[in-house]
């Protein structure tokens, strides 16, 4: 029996999708090691409270709130100082992040803090004698390394989109924690939060991403990109290196080996090749949809449905189907 | 500025992996090697650091095989002054491990700063930069493309999904290096000359128990073969049906 500790990621003061993947995940860890709690530890700015409905919906059986105003934006180096204090003071036989940018970095912070070990980016996981044995994406994903840890606790991370939220309601109970160390007093200072210009989803949690590469032509036809997104009206626009290093998109847009990894359960590429960089980051989402011109663009091969074609002409006509298909 | 560049030897990825017939790891016979592309952008951000302010030196550290001289050569055609090797044979997959044996080395360097790649595309542990950070007591500041450094204080631009943050730290300190920063310069053929007559430290890695073990590789599942739905707009209903009856995503 062991118990779990996740960090649940907001961001400005919104819980995001991966916090209850995160509670989903660690239910599994608890049950798999024959039974233990789940707390989820929620920090953030003023209100930042009244968002831990979900977390106790999804299994946490307690809700640990840091409210603080050093904590309205991201300040790791107090998060990890009271993570570290949650644990040796606790039983945790595990704490769990999600492998996002924030949570890949407090993860290692917290088991080098701790002296423990930590496996990331975890795509699959079980528990063996107490022992966490779990997948990991190596080689630019082209190869998966099964990895198992010892010690207690153990931190793990898990990539966004790998477990699938799953209610498992509680009532919900918070517990209100103190910072372990002054948020004023840390040395790193985050002066300021910028969303990507889509703004509306995040790329990290949209279940539906419309890529854009070099097709395009030129920054302003991305207009097309955005369009499709307001249809489905829960995706996210994301882009090539070749577009994001042109400048046409944020480089927070990046998709692929140099950016941001992404499985949202549909991902349209619109006038995208298909270069294996690119594919790195976005091989794993449920079902990938190709628009190009070129049929024998590497992209068709990892396609599930693929339409030849000239990416001014279908990406408009599949903007105006799925509205309708939306408003139906 | 006194600045060390923490290094990775990794295999060039454009070749299809295969995996060893007991499954334990996958065959290294034949893969070309050269440094991780994200270290790359650190060597280069140090160099430009360097050349900016006139003054100061860059260290390169890197554990590896013997063969990881060649990377470390590289780092030093580039501009880099002088390298360490942390020889070991062992591939090592616990990021604690590899980060206490480097904050070791670095631990009396009296560096203002020390850089790592943000990931490497091996191991994909992107955990060593902030471990070692940690280890020294150092601040540090993760996924950095954009930066701007005075003299005992930076600001930099850290890339998080689809938005990024702005951050102000103090030196020394610790800083992952995302795309985006920079583009790598190509070693001159007088680099590549004066490279050879820089100093390079070998000693063996000092690696403790290792929390992390590998139990076995694969390849990851093929994606099912897709198809053609059609060509042009024409095609767009049957794309939309497909995706509501039979992908069940819209």
């Not at chain 1, 009532?171 to 509306?200: C, F, I, M």
């Not at chain 2, 060893?20 to 893969?31: K, P």
């Not at chain 2, 480097?102 to 930069?129: H, P, V």
Request: proline share 4%.
């Amino acid at each position: 029996m062991a118990n779990v500790l996740i960090i649940a990621e907001a961001r400005a003061g919104d819980l995001r999708k991966v916090a209850l993947e995160a509670v989903t995940a660690a239910r599994s860890l608890a049950e798999q090691s024959g039974g233990g709690a789940v707390h989820a530890l929620l920090a953030g700015g003023a209100g930042i409270g009244t968002k831990a409905a979900p977390l106790a919906e999804y299994g946490a059986d307690q809700v640990l709130v840091l409210e603080h105003d050093g904590f309205a934006l991201s300040n790791p180096e107090a998060l990890t100082a009271t993570v570290a204090s949650l644990v040796q003071g606790g039983s945790y036989g595990y704490v769990l992040c999600s492998a996002t940018s924030h949570g890949r970095d407090l993860s290692a912070r917290i088991a080098a803090r701790l002296g423990v070990g930590l496996v990331p980016d975890l795509t699959g996981f079980a528990v063996e004698g107490g022992a966490v044995v779990g997948q990991h994406p190596i080689n630019n994903g082209k190869v998966v390394a099964t990895l198992a840890i010892t010690g207690t606790p153990a931190v793990v991370s898990v990539r966004p989109s790998a477990v699938q939220a799953t209610p498992a309601p509680r009532a919900l109970a918070t517990t209100v924690v103190a910072p372990a160390a002054d948020p004023a007093a840390s040395r790193v200072k985050v002066v300021e939060l910028k969303q990507g210009n889509t703004g509306k989803i995040d790329l990290g949690d949209a279940p539906v991403v419309i890529a854009g590469g070099r097709g395009l032509k030129a920054a302003e036809h991305f207009a097309l990109c955005d369009a499709l997104a307001d249809a489905f009206g829960n995706a996210a626009v994301g882009a090539t290196r070749a577009v994001t290093d042109d400048g046409w998109r944020p480089h927070s847009d990046q998709i692929g080996q140099t950016g941001r990894n992404v499985s949202p359960d549909l991902y349209i590429a619109a006038g995208i090749s298909g270069a294996i960089q690119h594919l790195a980051g976005m091989r794993t989402s449920r079902t990938i949809v190709a628009i190009n011109k070129d049929k024998d663009a590497p992209i068709f091969k990892v396609a599930d449905y693929g339409i030849v074609g000239d990416v001014f002409e279908v990406l408009p006509a599949l903007t105006e189907a799925v509205k309708a298909a939306k408003g139906a | 500025m006194k600045i060390a560049v923490c290094i990775k030897r990794v295999p060039v990825m454009e070749v299809k992996f295969a995996i060893t017939a007991d499954g334990s790891r996958y065959d290294e016979t034949g893969l070309k090697y050269d440094i991780n592309d994200f270290d790359l952008w650190a060597i280069e951000a140090a160099l430009q650091l360097k050349e900016k302010a006139g003054t100061g030196s860059v260290h390169v550290l890197c554990l590896g095989p013997d063969a990881a001289q060649e990377q470390i050569r590289k780092a030093m055609a580039m501009g880099a002054d002088s390298g360490t090797l942390l020889q070991t044979d062992a591939r090592v997959y616990d990021g604690l491990a590899v980060a206490r044996a480097l904050a070791t080395e670095l631990k009396d360097g009296g560096y203002d700063l020390i850089l790592f790649g943000r990931i490497a595309i091996d191991s994909m542990n992107q955990m060593t930069g902030p471990m070692v950070a940690e280890l020294l007591g150092l601040p540090v500041v993760t996924n950095v493309f954009k930066l701007d450094l005075a003299a005992t204080t930076g600001r930099a631009e850290r890339v998080l999904e689809g938005a990024s943050e702005v951050v102000e730290f103090p030196l020394p300190a610790v800083l992952t290096i995302d795309d985006g920063l920079n583009k790598e310069r190509l070693p001159s053929l007088k680099g590549i000359m004066a490279a050879k007559k820089k100093p390079l430290d070998v000693k063996p890695a000092a690696l403790g128990e290792q929390a992390v073990v590998v139990r076995s590789m694969a390849l990851p599942t093929e994606r099912a073969a897709g198809r053609i739905v059609g060509e042009g707009a024409a095609a767009v209903p049957e794309l939309v049906r497909l995706l509501q009856t039979e992908a069940k995503v819209l």
